[in-house]
């Protein structure tokens, strides 16, 4: 597996990494444990180094279980800010002492003496962004922690932060039918040196070609609720689909493995994080990283989705609240 530096960090990982939050959970029935131990093992072998969970989940557990024999060998990443208990508080929590918290109790779940990549999962409009930046740089002083990512966070969030504690890596939503980050906290991210973790590359699995009008979700998927994904968006989001697949099938490749080739191919600090519980579509993932799509091929795909609109919104709206703060 090739490896990457998340921007000006001197953090390396994997070209591409593996979202691990659809184990446990969002994407109807999890895993079984010692499935989720044997699948994660099996992405150690296969060349990732680059594991995300999320935070104050079980997932936490299951990857800390499975990690643990290779621990000196992958980077994990992890997240604070979330609020599943307090009313009132939109879901997020960033207080120093509620981070300080959660910083032990995930180095207890993934039975580990240090956090990698710790992210703040959304921006805490009731804390100075100054004081999350400053107990993640007591936290990394401490060696529970090694560097310090947000998620989600938008473009004055993320200066006044770095400029207490340099951020790695930036986790935000980017893929072939989501672009906005281009014109949004790339710039940015770039001046700073500071890496792009991309979730949802494949669009919640859109983008892989297996999802179409007719697909039925589970009744614990996510997605039932995501805009994006009502019956009547994803019939009229197919037109991006099949440019995708007749692009892909000229190559030999899958729609999946355009989607994230050409992720890798927009900025050498961006990591795409696909999510998947089956080893087949892993392998598939993994091999994104041996095509190089050059400027004719990046040229052509451009070409091919331009003045495709993709409907419906990416969260529902009490969740695009939270973003890019």
Avoid at 195 to 214: E, H, M
Wanted: charged share 25%; proline share 6%.
């Amino acid at each position: 597996m090739k490896k990457r530096q998340l921007g000006r960090s001197g953090l390396e990982v994997s070209a591409i990494g593996l979202g691990c939050m659809g184990i446990s959970q969002s994407y109807g029935k999890p895993m079984e444990d010692a499935d989720a131990i044997k699948f994660l093992r099996a992405a150690v072998d296969a060349g990732v180094t680059f594991f995300d969970t999320y935070g104050p989940f079980k997932n936490e557990v299951v990857v800390g279980e499975a990690l643990k024999p290779v621990r000196d060998r992958v980077v994990i990443a992890t997240k604070f800010g979330i609020d599943l208990e307090s009313p009132g508080r939109a879901g997020v929590n960033s207080k120093p002492a509620h981070i300080r918290e959660v910083a032990d109790a995930s180095l207890k779940r993934l039975k580990t003496d240090h956090i990698d990549l710790f992210y703040q999962h959304r921006v805490d409009p009731d804390v100075p962004m100054e004081d999350v930046a400053g107990t993640v740089k007591d936290l990394i002083a401490a060696g529970k922690v090694r560097h310090f990512g947000m998620s989600e966070a938008g473009v004055n969030s993320i200066r006044r932060a770095h400029a207490v504690q340099p951020v790695a890596a930036l986790q935000n939503e980017y893929s072939l039918w989501f672009r906005e980050p281009e014109s949004t906290v790339m710039p940015v991210l770039e001046e700073l040196g500071i890496g792009l973790v991309a979730f949802s590359p494949l669009g919640k699995g859109f983008l892989t070609g297996t999802i179409d009008a007719g697909t039925k979700f589970e009744a614990n998927d996510f997605r039932n609720i995501v805009p994006r994904f009502t019956t009547e968006n994803r019939e009229a989001n197919q037109r991006l689909i099949d440019a995708l697949g007749r692009i892909a099938s000229d190559k030999g490749l899958t729609p999946a493995q355009v989607s994230l080739a050409w992720l890798l191919a927009q900025k050498p600090w961006v990591v795409p994080i696909p999510g998947t519980t089956k080893l087949t579509r892993l392998r598939e993932n993994i091999a994104a990283a041996d095509v190089v799509l050059g400027p004719a091929d990046l040229k052509q795909i451009e070409e091919a989705l331009a003045g495709i609109e993709v409907l419906g919104a990416r969260y529902p709206a009490h969740l695009q609240a939270r973003v890019g703060l």
